[in-house]
């Protein structure tokens, strides 16, 4: 049984038959992050892989670890946060515009991960409000995130005690900018050590609260960049 997220049905499984066996012409689609024509067969229980013709295998995904971790969070967030058959409009050319970008490896994989998550989160509706207090309405430039909230809230309206994560007017203007997935615009990002964290610390919590989630590829990504910390000349 294999999982596809396909253009036209969203999340499909169905049952590959014979790709263990030498010359199988259908292993080559069920390869992770490969971009394929498929042709299913509906069975009474299931469906069947019965042809496939592969578009685009994104090699470099699977030679490079760091690049494959990347890759297996974005389809990690999609198959644990959407329904069988369910269409995300527009999520299938997020995912394949995402893929080419970390597989030309000219821009940050980390920022194009946070940039794929915020755009995720936006299609979905689920994304943060960051243009105005969720409380009261008014127009902000810069606030407090609160995951529970859902998004900025002002001076006012931020509770005595939990004034939530500050955020600059820099930090909000990149999440806003990061929620269009634009592999050109991240390419010549420059961020501030203060924005990365600020990004990050919004991601995690957001996607833990609104979907309930806590990535397993991205505690894997964690590991991956602590061993690079200490081996800085290793990449
Ligand atoms: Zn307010």
Known sequence: MVTFYTRERGLVEAVARGIGKPGSTLSAAVEPFTLSKLFFAEGRNVDYLTQCRVIEAFYELRRDMTRYAYAAAACELVLRTTEASQVVPGLFALLESYLHALESGDADA???SWS????YLRLSGLAPVLDRCVECGKQLRAGAYSAGKGGLLCTDCAPEGEPGLPLSAGSVKYLESLMEFNP???????LTDQARHDLQAVLRSHIRYHLD???KSEAFIRRLRRTDDRHPTSD
């Open 110 to 112: 980390q920022v194009l």
């Open 116 to 119: 794929f998550q915020l755009s």
């Open 184 to 190: 050109d615009h991240i390419r010549h990002l420059r």
């Open 213 to 215: 989630l806590s990535l």
